[in-house]
Structures are given as C-alpha cells and as structure tokens.
C-alpha cells in the first residue's frame, strides 16, 4: 500500500459511509479544510454519540516540535456545531447533532 493510499484510510473520506447521509456536505467541506492545512492530515479518531459526531485530528509535529498553530486551526475548524442534516447551529440548544472536537478516546479509534 502506498503511503498516499495509507494516508488516504485516515482522513474524513473514509469514514463518511459510517454516519447518516445528513452529514455528508458538512464532511466534504471539513476534508477540503483540513486538506487546505495539510494534505496528509490524519483522523485519530471519529464516532457518534447521541447525535454528536466527535472528530480527533491527529497533532501534527515538524521537525521534532509539537506544531501548536495546526492543532489550533484543526479544533477551530472540527469544533463546529451543526446538526445531522448539516447546517451549523441546528440543534445547538438541545445539546444533539454538534460536531466536535475532542481529545483521543477508545471509540472508533485508528490504530
């Protein structure tokens, strides 16, 4: 498998056919984002729960260095909320169908 092909099964695009197709304009925009930053992001993690899908982009370091300003434009930008049909601030106030962001968890876990 090509590095490329391997890169390929950890961004957004792969996991796409795992939630309700109400998400799906709101992950093809969040895949062009993130690929915007870095081509080669990674997801390290993604799940639903109770109407929430949580997205962990995996950090990112440059030469040795924890790359601090990714990690921030990454959250900012998978730290959304929107609802399942996808449109940003649906179903904020009822606490359902926000996206976010959060630290590593078992759940849907890439290894």
Known sequence: MTTE????????PAW????????TDLLDQLHRDLSALDPAYR???FGTQLGCLRITVADRFEADEFD???????AALTDVPA???GHPGEGVTSGMGQL?????????RIG
């Open 83 to 85: 609802g399942p049909t």
């Open 16 to 23: 796409i056919p795992t939630v309700g197709p109400g998400w």
């Open 43 to 45: 997801i390290e993690a």
């Open 100 to 108: 976010r962001a959060r630290p590593a968890s078992p759940v849907n």
């Open 68 to 74: 601090g300003e990714y990690a921030d434009q990454a």
């Open 5 to 12: 092909a391997h890169a390929a099964e950890r961004q957004i």
